[in-house]
């Protein structure tokens, strides 16, 4: 169990294009997603936690506005970039965290690699 | 700042041998504690997660926690080149969902 998709699995598209990632938890509902940014030989570095049908909360220097997250349902969170640029270009991981009695674990997606050219 | 450090490595263990990483934290609330495993290119995978003093097995596989220390490591026993991967340290302080990653040990295992 605790199987989390992404789709796509790897995206390249022109500078000025917006470009939408999905993250599923397939078979359970997750409680809090989460996304994450990790640029080549570096730490993963969140971007944003995001709930179910409240705004996302985003760490300090994301751009809201570029990042845009929607989470549709408890199993389906979006990240859209928007406007892409090359510097925007890196890998994309989304986590679900379950929650099992009182503790939660997150369960990472298999990442999205994005190239904006 | 809350933080959480881990040696950047590499760590070099030969074939069969044991490999140690080790990883402290700052925040004294901390009550859960992970270890995933990250090979090059891919996403981070859960190997371990650990929220009492002491040690949990799981296979070739050993955590240990020292809350009054704030240290936490994993023990990887019978180590096989396809354990060389980077090994990220993970720890939430209950108070929220999110989890505070350490910058992550990498490990070569020497066939």
């Known amino acids: 169990g605790a199987v989390v998709s992404q789709h796509p699995s790897w995206v390249i598209c022109k500078s000025g294009t917006s470009v939408k990632i999905e993250c599923r938890s397939l078979d359970f509902q997750a409680t809090t997603m989460f996304w994450y940014r990790q640029f080549p030989k570096q730490s993963l570095m969140l971007m944003a936690t995001?709930?179910?049908?409240?705004?996302?909360?985003?760490e300090q220097g994301v751009e809201k506005d570029k990042f845009l997250i929607n989470h549709a349902s408890l199993t389906l969170s979006t990240l859209t970039v928007t406007s892409a640029h090359p510097e925007d270009s890196s890998f994309y991981i989304c986590s679900a965290s379950r929650l099992a009695g009182s503790t939660d674990t997150q369960y990472f997606g298999p990442g999205t690699r994005l190239t904006v050219l | 700042q809350k933080e959480v450090e881990q040696n950047s490595g590499p760590l070099s263990v030969p074939e069969g041998a044991i490999a140690s990483l080790n990883c402290t934290y700052s925040?004294?609330?901390?009550?859960?504690f992970f270890w995933y495993r990250q090979y090059s290119g891919k996403s981070p995978e859960l190997i371990m997660s650990i929220y009492s003093n002491g040690d949990k097995e799981d296979g070739r596989f050993t955590a240990q926690l020292n809350k009054a220390s704030q240290y936490v490591s994993l023990l990887i026993r019978d180590s096989q080149p396809s354990d060389s991967a980077t090994y990220l340290c993970?720890?939430?302080?209950?108070?929220?969902?999110?989890?505070?990653f350490g910058t992550g040990t990498r490990l070569k295992v020497l066939a």
């Open positions: 993970a720890v939430n302080n209950g108070g929220t969902y999110k989890y505070i």
């Open positions: 925040d004294r609330g901390s009550q859960s």
């Open positions: 995001s709930n179910e049908g409240s705004k996302a909360t985003y």
